[in-house]
């Protein structure tokens, strides 16, 4: 295979229309030939409209597509419109008089400021200039010429059956790639139009943007022309001279929610009972008119408005009649699955109609959906994954990657577990899902974060140690804010157990609360080493949908969250917005710290890990984000695009001597993305270097000097510990115990990585034998309610160094130990037997009755925990050492007796 294809993954200029692209198979896999001239055409499967009229006679045309999918109840085409489109607006693109173009002469000078004026900031990306000429060839010059007649047939089509009395158009647009400006570009060559043409029936200068949350909207500020970093005047979109006719631009901002009906008069159930008698329920819910004026605001007094969907794929209507399994109605689904798409319906359906109520209110003169993933949801009647049939323009995430404008995701493509088919990392949920609590965290009782599965915890060990790498280069670059990791769970019990187990927790004794655990994750840990609260947290734990719906968060959360809100308050009040962090509410403050992850002088400059309930939002923009862990299920190719989304926008837009942008990576596990090449290793690139802020000299003098401690007196209770081992005391452990320890990591095009446990190889035997010790001390000799006996660690650790040197512990499958073989058939559990007898005291015989035996007690237990915590490997390298050194002290092999 050309080594290229895995070294220079980007063939094309993020700024000109892509001119080469990568070969792939039919299953997207990569081919072993040099790229290709010219651009990848746009292939997807695609609902067909019915024709508006069509004799009785003439039978339905069934299209033969690949899957199979076409019935003579729904028609899907394999290869849509998008193509012809394209060709066409790429020669109307060509023409060099501006007077051929066919447009409004203000169209003409925004075409050709976009195309040609030298931005003294952010240029426009060509696949947004692409977007937007689509838009305006579609209404301006196709609409006027019978030759193109056929295209807004089709689209008009495609409305009637799936959006009646509405006129929608889509632009697909990869994550990362900037739909923002593509919707500035809208509003101004909308706007500027309507101004210098008032009677005009085409264009509006009123416009309503409907985000799918809270998140999204906060961001789409920028398109308001009052906003003091509002896009118009930041990023050169458009003149100078025409800045002041865009500040007539009637702009609202709202999410979908907005278009819910509210209660008008709050009443409790005994209350509305007493009201309503023997007569009519009182109708307490708004009307149309008051819904529309609250969600709409200023709109209401303009006529024909244009509707802008951010995140269209969330906005549609369900197909009527159809429910059963093959039509792709719900009836078929099960579980989560059949709760995820009522859902997604309940959604969608609120959304549309809002849209419906404004049309049939004042107007509205097109609907512009912007979307990654503009495909129809399960559960919609039509089949999962079909590109909206109203979709004009497409630019894939290849010709993203091809172009540079985002990062690379790697997934694994193989690691070292015996007889699988496909890498354990790939797929993690099947693996984990029974042994993950499945409701709620008021629901699941106390939970204990040491119970988390085994290859879950091996899974982020293994991703962890490839971060803590791509940290220390970032740290060497001078890069100020730090790489981050996400984590994306199914519920607020599994989310919580993660939380716990990488940044420690605490819990409730005595009424006070306790640390009982800093953390697995050294970066992400939110205590100290002495189990105080760090002033600031690396790790943060989030509920998107909480968040994202507006209202307040739910006390369970709000409980789980608690510490972490009053130290962000605490930070707010040391900035000097004491009268601002009394005055935000919860879910603000904590929407405020998810949307500035990353930001330099902002609550969440310094986050590090971001451990999300369900999925984090489209329209969380973080570019630091490099690596992600699945820990949900991903039953559509649509979620695993939109969970890898957030980790696909670029963190540096410098041009390389070749005029492309550099490669960047984002390595993703646990998440079944359809991204596979052959293995090929690479270790993680620094970024370029930025300025360097290093601490005032002048401020020396406020210097924390901690005082030295020369000493500790301790006395002991006269109690000590002794273990009989036996065969039974073997543990074998292998990748089938732990999960695997090796993956690697590959995408599409360009470089791969190996991830292992090999960041924990200079660990010393004896920081093992003490973590050992420590998990049993805590197991098993910690009566309920009682403090540790600490005076009792001595005893366990020269106990744990008995097993550990005596040969009881052999490992397998990656970290093979040369201490000897066992057939399967010996393999054991790993038992020791503990007995806690007293010490004897001075001027006395040891003890010589029977001492109380305690229960047989499993070291394997703690030693799985250190293997899956990476510090088994150099235990297998020091065991015949230590085995050596045994047999002479003992005389040739001879067996001490404890």
Known sequence: MPASFFEHPILNSPYEAPSRHHALDADGQPLDLDPVEGRRESRFITPVPKPRKRRREQRSFTFEDEKGLSSEEQQYNPTPIINEI????????????????GVTPTTARLLEHWRRYNFGSVRPFFCQIEAIETAIW?????RREKRYARFWAHIQGANEQANPELTRVALKMATGTGKTTVMAMLIAWQTLNAVRQPGSSTFSRGFLIVAPGITIKDRLRVLQPGDPDNYFRERELIPADMLGDIARAKIVITNYHAFKHRETLELSKVGRSLLQGRGEAPKTLETDGLMLNRACGELMAIKNVVVINDEAHHCYRRKVGDDDEESGGDEGLKGDDKEEAKKNNEAARLWISG????????????????????????????AEGTLFPWTVSDFSLMDAIESGIVKLPRVPVADNMPGGKAPIYRNLWEHIAKDLPKKGRAKSGTL?????????????????????????????????????????????????LVHEWIAGWDREEEGEKRNIHQGHLALFRNYDTYGNRLPRPATLLIDSEQLESGEALDPQFRDMAEAEIEQFKREMRERGNSAEAEKINDQDLLREVMNTVGKKERLGEQIRCVVSVAMLTEGWDTNTVTHVLGVRAFGTQLLCEQVVGRALRRQSYELNEDNLFDVEYADIMGIPFDFAANPVVAPPKPPKPTVRV??????????????????????????????HFSDDSR???????????KVLMEGIVGEGVELNMQTFDAIRPSTITYHLAKHLMQKSFRDHGEDLPVHLFGDIKRVVRQWLDGGWLVCRGGHEARSGDLSPDRRRSGRAHLSRVPAPRRGQKAHQGNPRSLQPQRIDEACRLQYQQGRVSDLAREMPRQLRRNRQRLGGGARARP
């Open 694 to 723: 290093q601490a005032i000299k002048e401020r020396a003098k406020l210097e924390i000097v901690f005082p030295r401690v020369e000493g500790y007196r301790v006395e002991l209770p006269d109690e000590r510990i002794v273990a």
């Open 731 to 741: 543990l074998i452990l292998t990748p089938e115990l732990v999960g695997p320890c």
């Open 448 to 496: 204990d974060p040491l119970k988390l599965p085994p290859e879950l915890q091996t899974a982020i060990h293994a991703l962890y140690g490839h971060y803590e790498k791509t940290f220390d280069l970032w740290r060497q670059a001078g890069i100020e804010t730090p790489p981050v990791f996400i984590v994306v769970c199914n519920n607020t019990a599994s989310s919580q």
């Open 355 to 382: 849209i419906e109520t404004l049309k049939k209110t004042v107007g509205v003169r097109a609907v512009y959906d912007l979307s990654a993933t503009p495909f129809f949801l399960r559960g919609s009647g039509y």
């Open 138 to 142: 579609l209404t301006e010059v196709a």
């Open 86 to 101: 394209r060709q066409h607006v790429a020669s109307w693109r060509t023409l060099p008089n501006a007077a051929d173009w």
